[in-house]
């Protein structure tokens, strides 16, 4: 199940650690753009995230850029719940939260290490392509920028009430 949760709670603020962790042993400083628990608790964040019987497997977030434009922040699967779907279901309910609040556009940022291959990969299933860099991003040789226009036919559902 996916639902809105607090980026505050002890599990949740466990997987934001070991997501943080993550990116920093693979990412070259000053590139980690990844959000902790404090920046996904900002009311412009909604972080999601997937439990099934009430274990926490994965998070995400979607940050409001703009009336039209919104961002997917912290992905993270935990480690026991990879190769499951779940980021496939993450990345479903963002994108229709994000149709939910009416944005044309999510985008997103991601390392370019073969750490984050699978990362690419799973936002290419989704249907994102690759975009100049948006928002604080640069042009750089750690990050790859991704975007995807909203559906409109896409079911106005979305995980838990709207922030």
């Given at each position: 199940?996916?639902a809105v949760?607090?980026?505050?709670?002890?599990?949740?603020?466990?997987?934001?650690?070991?997501?943080?962790?993550?990116?920093?042993?693979?990412?070259?400083?000053?590139h980690?753009?990844?959000?902790?628990s404090?920046?996904?608790?900002?009311p412009?964040?909604?972080?999601v995230?997937a439990r099934?019987?009430?274990?926490?497997?994965?998070?995400?977030?979607l940050?409001?850029?703009d009336?039209?434009h919104a961002?997917?922040k912290?992905m993270h699967?935990?480690?026991?719940?990879?190769?499951?779907?779940?980021g496939?279901?993450?990345?479903g309910?963002l994108l229709?939260?994000?149709a939910?609040?009416?944005y044309?556009r999510?985008s997103l940022?991601?390392?370019?290490?073969?750490?984050?291959?699978?990362?690419?990969?799973?936002?290419?299933?989704?249907?994102?392509?690759?975009?100049a860099?948006?928002?604080e991003?640069?042009?750089?040789?750690?990050?790859?920028?991704?975007?995807?226009?909203?559906?409109?036919?896409?079911p106005?559902?979305?995980?838990g009430?709207?922030?």
């Open positions: 199940m996916v949760d607090d980026p505050h709670a002890p599990d949740v603020g466990r997987v934001v650690a070991r997501h943080l962790a993550f990116n920093h042993g693979v990412t070259a400083p000053g980690v753009h990844a959000l902790d404090a920046a996904l608790a900002d412009a964040v909604t972080l995230s099934r019987h009430g274990v926490l497997l994965g998070i995400g977030a940050r409001h850029l009336d039209d961002e997917i912290s699967t935990v480690e026991d719940a990879r190769r499951r779907g779940v496939r279901t993450m990345v309910a229709a939260l994000a939910a609040r009416r044309r999510v940022e991601t390392g370019t290490s073969e750490a984050h291959a699978p990362a690419r990969s799973l936002y290419r299933a989704a249907g994102f392509s690759p975009c860099p948006f928002g991003y640069t042009e750089n040789p750690h990050s790859v920028c991704m975007t995807i226009t909203v559906d409109d036919r896409r106005p559902t979305s995980p009430p709207a922030r």
